[in-house]
């Protein structure tokens, strides 16, 4: 189980312990998406390394040009003066294209970096077991792939930048001027201490409010996306006030968060410039004393001043790569968070291959809760044979879905087994599994692009005479034809160019043209209409022939078609036979069909 808690829970109220780890692990991914790179990170090291000692030469050579060539020329030679005119070329030169380089290098490394994250999070996201898409939502899934993962652009391409170069200038900016002139240098390292303390109360205040912040950002999107999402129940029910309130209590805590963050950097920029102000003085009238004392040269004095204006910049730059890196920091973590969960229906280690099932199931033993002390299926036991069609009918919550998952294997049961032609799903290799068993939700999902990509799902190499003949099976062919482009038609976002009932004909043609051995029907009808229903009722006994068949409906007349009704209850199967033979029975299933015809007069 990941630090974050059971499928990707996140919390606030981690212990230290628990924030050590979050930040091992965070670090350890980081190291493995950045450890391909090294030889290149060694290369762009050496290039900041040269850029940034050419940039510091730059006030050295024109002490010397001052204190050395200007007397040398005084006297007659004007070789030194032109040595340092051309020393200081060749070093503005190297440091430009040693910094482009160096730049060029980092870009290259960090989108290398960011395409490998980006890809591992969205494969790993997508391979996680069912459980964890119900648990984990949509909002915060948006929030890692799109604004934590541009925090970590953030650092690589920009902060990384300002750190390095910082603090290599910073380091080499005080050597040359210890070099130049050792009591300048001890000025300089004096108000560095205050520097660096006010450092250290930004990076420490910094790591809480950019937790806030991030903490805040995710609750804001994660509402902004759910209610988007859920649009349609927002209208239904009114509820847009009682949402802008949510929100604008959510946007408040997250514009709250920005101002306290915003408040340190009045601090602590202004303090850093006051510092390096006083520095600059000390530096200046210090010299100057001792140039009138003749204890230092005027060429000296300017390139200290310099380096003395310029020698605090830096830390402007690293204080906001504390601001990027407590961002990317809290990213990096949320993310590696994701990356840590494992399947909880993995795939075998070693599978058994099913090349070509015949489509029989048992449920051997079987008791499944999805949490624990509630209960699902209590010791199940259940024998269809391949080729049978079976509907499972009941109240809501009797496990009809729950045995329509397990037999899919988006769950594996607690005890027990479950088994395709004999072995056990947890045995079987997932490409088999998924060949063999398709299920048709009542959430007719279609994707970006046209109506025969969407129906060919299942099948992407299938040809287009076969598109329309599983189209044609099902009913669907007719209004296929009746789009504006046919089957080359965008469906647009989500289908919004097909009904509700239209989208169910097409999640069938899809169902028949991947031809699975295993068909399970979980309230596939209930968007249709009763003409639709009546239309795809030819089309599914087309559908089902020569396989097995689960169908789970409230809608009795889908049942009809069933070889075998099971009627469930509390997890357990109360009645089983044919629909004739459960009706002359007058049990539970002889009520509810009574139900349903009365609710059709």
């Known amino acids: 189980m990941s630090v974050q808690g059971v499928q990707g829970e996140e919390r606030d109220d981690y212990t230290k312990e628990e924030s050590r780890e979050l930040r091992r692990r965070s670090q350890r991914l980081l190291r493995e998406l950045v450890r391909p790179h090294r030889w290149k990170l060694a290369a762009i090291a050496a290039l900041v390394v040269v850029a940034t000692g050419m940039t510091v030469a730059g006030p050295a050579i024109l002490a010397f040009g001052i204190d050395t060539a200007l007397p040398a020329l005084q006297a007659g030679d004007a070789v030194p003066l032109w040595a340092a005119g051309a020393i200081y070329i060749v070093a503005a030169v190297l440091s430009g294209v040693a910094f482009y380089a160096f730049t060029i290098g980092t870009a290259r490394v960090s989108q290398a970096v960011l395409l490998t994250l980006r890809r591992r999070l969205f494969d790993h996201t997508q391979r996680l077991s069912l459980e964890f898409h119900e648990q984990y939502t949509s909002g915060r899934i948006i929030a890692r792939q799109t604004s934590d993962l541009e925090s970590i652009r953030d650092l690589l391409d920009q902060g990384l930048n300002e750190l390095v170069r910082g603090v290599l ?37 910094s790591t809480v409010l ?56 009045g601090i602590y920029e202004p303090g850093i410039m006051m510092i390096g102000g006083l520095t600059i003085a000390a530096v200046v009238t210090v010299g100057a004393f001792r140039v009138l004392a003749g204890d230092l040269a005027v060429g000296s004095l300017l390139a200290v001043a310099l380096y003395a204006r310029t020698f605090f910049q830096p ?72 080729g049978q069609t079976i509907a499972l009918v009941g109240t809501t919550g009797a496990g009809k879905s729950t045995l329509a998952k397990l037999v899919s ?132 006994t087309t559908l089902l022939a020569d396989r097995t068949a689960i169908i789970i ?40 069909h009574r139900a349903w015809r009365d609710s059709l007069v």
């Open 169 to 205: 200038f910073m380091t080499f900016t005080a050597i040359a001027m210890v070099a130049l002139d050792p009591m300048s240098g001890v000025v300089i390292l004096v108000a560095l201490v205050p520097a660096v303390l006010l450092t250290r109360w930004f990076q420490s205040r």
């Open 553 to 592: 409906a409230h809608r009795l007349s889908t049942v009809a078609i069933a070889d075998r009704v099971l009627v469930m209850e509390h997890g357990r199967i109360i009645e089983d036979g044919s629909p004739t033979e459960l009706i002359e029975l007058g049990g539970k299933f002889a009520s509810l």
């Open 210 to 265: 950019f937790r806030e912040t991030r903490t805040t950002s995710a609750q804001m999107i994660v509402k902004f996306v759910e209610t988007m999402t859920g649009i349609r129940a927002v209208k239904a029910f009114r509820t847009e006030p009682e949402n802008e309130r949510d929100f604008g209590d959510k946007v408040e805590a997250y514009r709250d968060a920005n101002f306290r963050t915003i408040q340190i950097f």
């Open 409 to 540: 294997r988006f769950y594996d049961p607690s005890a027990g087994a479950v088994r395709l032609d004999g072995i056990d799903l947890r045995e079987l290799a997932d490409d088999d599994l998924r060949r063999a068993v398709v299920m048709v939700t009542q959430e007719a999902y279609l994707f970006s692009g046209s109506v025969g990509e969407n129906i060919a799902l299942g099948r992407p190499e299938a040809t287009q005479d076969e598109i329309e003949a599983a189209a044609r099976a099902v009913g669907a062919h007719d209004f296929i034809e009746a789009l504006p482009d046919g089957y080359d038609t965008d469906v647009a976002k989500r289908g919004g160019r097909v009904s509700a009932g239209q989208r169910q004909l097409l999640s069938f043609a899809r169902a028949f043209l991947a031809d699975p051995r295993v068909l399970i029907l979980d309230e596939a009808t209930a968007s249709l209409d009763i003409p639709s229903e009546r239309l795809v009722q030819e089309g599914l």
């Open 315 to 386: 830390i402007q730059g690293i204080g906001m790569f504390f601001n990027g890196y407590q961002s990317a920091a809290a990213a990096l973590e949320k993310i590696s968070g994701v990356l840590e969960e494992q399947p909880t229906v993995p795939e075998p280690a070693r599978p058994k291959s099913l090349p070509s099932a015949r489509g029989a199931i048992e449920f051997d033993g079987v008791s499944f809760a999805y949490k624990e002390g509630r209960q699902v299926l209590p010791d199940f036991d259940l024998t269809i044979p391949a």
